[in-house]
């Protein structure tokens, strides 16, 4: 009996459906290597993407299973993706050729043990959900990667399923499923991943009737997903208007987030409706909105000025100074007479100084050793003029953000 890692067997039997159709159509199409799409690498099995797998993995999978030529034109794929990976997989059609068995064998034996463990590592919360939604993740991270940590809007809905699922607000998670149909839109593979998307959401939400029962209850008051392409768009805009609180402009926009109160404010703002929401009124307003006009004496702003403000940037910075300097020179400005002046002094006078202390009989060991504490001072000051040269950028970009209204 097959070991489901927690999975639920409908899910199990959905990703061999996304993947290969069944065993007749894998037998037929299948048992080759294949190109899915763009971004793939030489696809074999159910779904196992060479492009994507170390060489060191393909062997812990595949050894024994198969003959020593079809190993060595399988590791011959590794790391090869895109077009590259397309003829690869025409040219390797003869040389690798996997029974329906091995496949069957490779998947739940290997890919579903190490997809299960992914998803459990990136996570926080996946342990206690129903086998259903366990299941709808696995056929999400094997087909998009473990993308949950990944910047820019592409992966935003990746994000926010983490944080939904961290957050135990699951009943949002269909939503984010079928929003990221819009990666796709107008490609080749449109059609099958939108497909995939809706069926592992259709997946989670049977697994909150099965096994989370209040969180199903919520998925009728859920509205759509806004689309992250438009949510950064708002997000560059709002930063623009000095809603600096908004963050980065990442096209996430999680409930109760810094995205939510920069709209919140500018709403306010601008005599808007105050509900945290993307729709054609605000962003019509966005488009008619003029940056805030900064004050005289804030634009031309000093860094004493801050220091006197009791900002801890600068009093964070004026610390680092002081230490840096201490190494380098004063404890205030680089120069003065620390290890700098020392440093000088000694190097100026090193190759006097070897004729002197071979007349005082001292040994060329010696003087090595003298030589070698010279440059430990040198790499000390090197050290400390580092540090003094990070602070006072920090210090100026502090400076530079103040002045146009970033910071109060």
């Not at 989670?204 to 199903?216: I, K, N, T, V, Y």
């Not at 709403?267 to 509900?275: A, C, D, N, Y």
């Not at 100026?348 to 003298?370: V, Y």
Request: glycine residues 10%; hydrophobic residues 40%.
């Amino acid at each position: 009996m097959t070991n489901l890692h927690g999975i639920s067997q409908e899910t199990f039997d959905d990703v061999i459906g996304y993947e290969v159709t069944n065993r007749a159509v894998y037998e037929k199409r299948y048992r080759r290597p294949t190109w899915p799409e763009v971004a793939s690498g030489v696809t074999i099995g159910i779904g196992y993407d060479l492009g994507q797998a170390s060489r060191k993995q393909i062997v812990s999978d595949w050894e024994g299973r198969l003959s020593d030529g079809a190993l060595k034109a399988m590791l011959s794929c590794a790391g090869i993706t895109g077009k590259p990976a397309r003829e690869l997989s025409l040219k390797l059609r003869d040389e690798i050729d996997v029974p329906w068995d091995v496949a069957l064998e490779v998947y739940a034996q290997r890919d579903l043990p190490r997809y299960i463990g992914v998803c459990r590592a990136h996570l926080p919360g996946y342990d206690a959900l129903a086998p259903s939604c366990k299941g709808a993740l696995f056929s999400l991270v094997l087909n998009r990667e473990p993308a949950f940590d990944k910047p820019g809007p592409r992966y935003a809905e990746m994000r926010d399923i983490k944080a939904a699922i961290a957050k135990g607000d699951l009943a949002r998670v269909p939503a984010l499923l079928r929003s990221m149909k819009r990666i796709w839109k107008g490609t080749p593979v449109e059609h099958g991943l939108a497909a995939r998307r809706e069926k592992e959401a259709m997946r989670w939400e049977q697994g909150l009737a099965e096994g989370h029962p209040e969180e199903h209850a919520k998925l009728a008051s859920q509205g759509e997903i806004v689309d992250p392409d438009v949510v950064a768009q708002v997000q560059q805009q709002l930063k623009q208007l000095g809603y600096y609180q908004v963050g980065s402009a990442d096209g996430s926009l999680t409930p109760k987030g810094r995205t939510e109160a920069a709209i919140l404010a500018f709403r306010h703002h601008e005599g808007l409706p105050l509900m945290p929401t993307i729709d054609d009124d605000l962003i019509q307003a966005l488009a008619k909105a003029q940056p805030p006009e900064v004050a005289e004496t804030r634009a031309n702003a000093t860094t004493d000025d801050l220091r006197a403000q009791g900002s801890q940037t600068i009093a964070f910075t004026d610390k680092a100074k002081a230490w840096a300097g201490r190494l380098f020179g004063s404890s205030g400005i680089l120069g003065g007479g620390g290890l700098l002046a020392l440093v000088t002094d000694y190097a100026t006078q090193l190759k006097g100084a070897q004729d002197a202390f071979g007349a005082l009989g001292i040994t060329p060991q010696m003087f090595a050793a003298a030589v070698v504490g010279v440059l430990a001072l040198v790499l000390l000051a090197a050290c400390g003029l580092g540090i003094w040269y990070v602070a006072h950028r920090i210090e100026q970009q502090r400076l530079a953000d103040y002045r146009r209204g970033k910071h109060p």
